[in-house]
């Protein structure tokens, strides 16, 4: 994922590093987090989860099951159809009894992380019946056996699909991951919040943030036979999210007299590859040190004006 901004390519990379830091920070924490979530712990490692019935179906869900939950302590995990709003989508299982045998101790949360990583990973493209776009919205984690489970030689891992906002938060996906794009857009309107002059979680556009959504864009509409280069990108991005935003804020919108810039996304090879051509057109501000985001408070958005739809496909 890219983030380039209108006013030049070489100001965008510096805020590009910034954001791209964020996105791979936030799907670590997740990752840390979520590989503690086990059949017997909860997901700081501490306490019991109740072994409900649905607990328990959801820690022996079959690949392409979905499951989610709201308590902190993850308590209430259960499946529910993947045309729901749903945390994780399992997309395998794998045995580690290969290299853990019965008297081994269980592995750390930062070697369970590692574990995930290699085996999960490398399973994802069988499932989602394409590549795993490095850059994309979706990353792998796990469901692994908890203490007394694995004492008692459970070595079977869930492998899952889950989308981790920049900030770490996990953000509910609706509809198989197969059937989507992995573009990492955000619906037109929703604003992500600052944190250490980068991108966090979706906050209320009223609360200081990093950027606000203003359209999503597919590059398929312009170039719908193979990758356009970043350079081509930026040219049509250029007039389209400039379109784009007097349509979200009003034809008479004055970005520089808000000390605003106009973003975009650009797309990597390896995430077009995947299916990935949806991009976000965005506004924010940069600090004037270009050390990063400045924050900005309030939308932009017409009073009366909807936002505008994202485009099919990609």
């Known amino acids: ?29 997740a990752l840390s987090l979520s590989v503690a979530f086990s059949w017997g ?6 306490g ?8 328990k179906a959801a820690f022996a869900a079959p690949p392409g099951s ?3 939950w709201t308590a902190p302590d993850v308590s209430d995990i259960h499946l529910v159809p993947c045309a729901q709003p749903h945390l994780y989508e399992v997309t395998g299982v794998v045995n580690i009894g290969d290299k853990y045998p019965p008297d081994a101790p269980p592995p750390t949360v930062e070697q369970w992380r590692d574990i995930a990583l290699e085996r999960c990973s490398a399973g994802a493209p069988d499932y989602l019946g394409a590549p795993l776009d490095p850059y994309g ?39 198989n991951a197969a059937d989507q794009s992995q573009a990492p857009v955000w619906e037109p309107g929703t604003c992500l919040g600052l944190v250490d002059k980068t ?5 209320d556009c009223a609360r200081p943030h990093a950027y606000e959504i203003v359209a999503t864009l597919d590059l398929k509409t312009r170039f719908p036979d193979s990758y356009p280069s970043q350079n081509d990108q930026n040219t049509w991005l250029d007039t389209e999210c400039n379109n784009a935003v007097r349509e979200y804020a ?17 797309r990597e090879q390896e995430s077009w590859d995947a299916g990935s051509t949806l991009v976000n057109c965005k506004v924010g501000a940069k600090l004037p040190d270009e050390s990063g985001l400045a924050p900005v408070t309030g939308s932009i958005r017409k009073a009366g004006t909807p936002p505008p739809s994202p485009s099919p496909g990609g």
């Not at 989860?49 to 607990?55: I, L, N, Q, R, Y």
């Open 137 to 175: 919205k979706f990353t792998v984690s796990a469901l692994r056996p908890g203490n007394d489970e694995w004492a008692d030689g459970e070595r079977e891992m869930r492998c899952v699909l889950q989308w981790a906002a920049p900030g770490g938060k996990l953000e509910p996906v609706t509809g």
């Open 1 to 29: 994922m890219d983030w380039m901004l209108g006013d030049g390519v070489e100001n965008g990379t510096l805020r590009t590093r910034l954001v791209m830091a964020g996105v791979f920070l936030g799907a670590i924490l």
């Open 66 to 68: 979905c499951v989610t």
């Open 48 to 55: 019991k989860v109740e072994e409900s019935p649905e607990a």
């Open 199 to 203: 991108v966090g979680n979706p906050v």
């Open 250 to 266: 009003g034809e008479d919108v004055d970005l520089g007299a808000q000390k605003l810039i106009l973003g975009w996304d650009v």
């Open 41 to 46: 712990g909860a997901a700081s490692g501490g």
